[in-house]
């Protein structure tokens, strides 16, 4: 069991690492290019990058679920239920946004490094960012954060271990954005990814994790 989690642990590591080399792929041509790159060019090269390492994290996903004994994970169709519950999660989001800002405004903590790196590179190349932050981050984030690290974890089909797995990537989620040194902001993003490892491991269906993930991304790039 140690030995499978491990594993999926260097995996998982192996391919957060050629998620920040897609984001490097992506944004360096564009930013010596002084933001003159075409809108085809940046275009081009982001659906090349991050559609290869999409189909590669897709695939290592399913290899882990195919390793486990749950059924819990699978396709859930849009009901009322579903519906109503991704809508309470998109509440709780903002609520956490909220909380977060509120924190700010307040001096107890600052803007968050990488936020303020992420809209200075904005600046120079829009498209590029706006790619990155609002179609590839959320399905590539979900993808190593939900379906790969969570996974990581043994018994899946276990509701204890859910759990478990829950509060452990979501605190490496907040780990990838900011540090321990940093650790109201580290909170922040934290239980931002517990809300979205909550409605991962309550769906069984990491699309809706996604969507949650796109419209916290989008919400931020638009205010």
Same mark, same amino acid.
């Given at each position: ?35 003159? #790159?075409? @809108? =085809? ?7 090349? /990058?991050?559609?290869? !390492?999409?189909?590669? $994290? ?69 498209? #590029?960012? @706006? =790619? ?7 399905? /590539?984030?979900?993808? !190593?954060?939900?379906? $790969? ?69 989008? #919400?931020?790039?638009?205010?």
């Amino acid at each position: 069991m140690i030995k499978t989690t491990l594993k999926r642990l260097g995996i998982v590591l192996l391919l957060f690492i050629g998620y920040s080399y897609a984001e490097y792929m992506v944004l360096v041509p564009t930013l010596r290019s002084h933001g003159r #790159a075409g @809108t =085809l060019e940046v275009a081009g090269l982001f659906t090349v /990058v991050f559609g290869i !390492l999409l189909l590669l $994290l897709w695939g290592t996903y399913q290899w882990f679920l195919s390793k486990e004994k749950a059924d819990h994970w699978h396709r859930q169709p849009l009901t009322l239920k579903t519906a109503g519950f991704t809508a309470l999660m998109v509440i709780l989001m903002y609520a956490v946004q909220l909380a977060g800002g509120l924190l700010q405004m307040r001096g107890a903590t600052g803007e968050p490094a990488n936020q303020s790196s992420l809209m200075a590179i904005m600046q120079q190349a829009p498209l #590029a960012m @706006t =790619l990155i932050a609002c179609v590839g981050g959320p399905a /590539v984030e979900e993808l !190593l954060f939900r379906g $790969l690290l969570m996974h990581s974890f043994p018994h899946q089909e276990k509701i204890g271990w859910r759990v478990v797995a829950v509060i452990l990537s979501s605190m490496i989620f907040g780990l990838a954005h900011t540090s321990f040194t940093d650790p109201l902001n580290w909170a922040i993003y934290s239980a931002l990814g517990a809300v979205f490892g909550l409605t991962y491991a309550t769906t069984g269906d990491i699309r809706y994790s996604m969507f949650l993930h796109f419209v916290n991304n989008l #919400a931020a790039l638009i205010l």
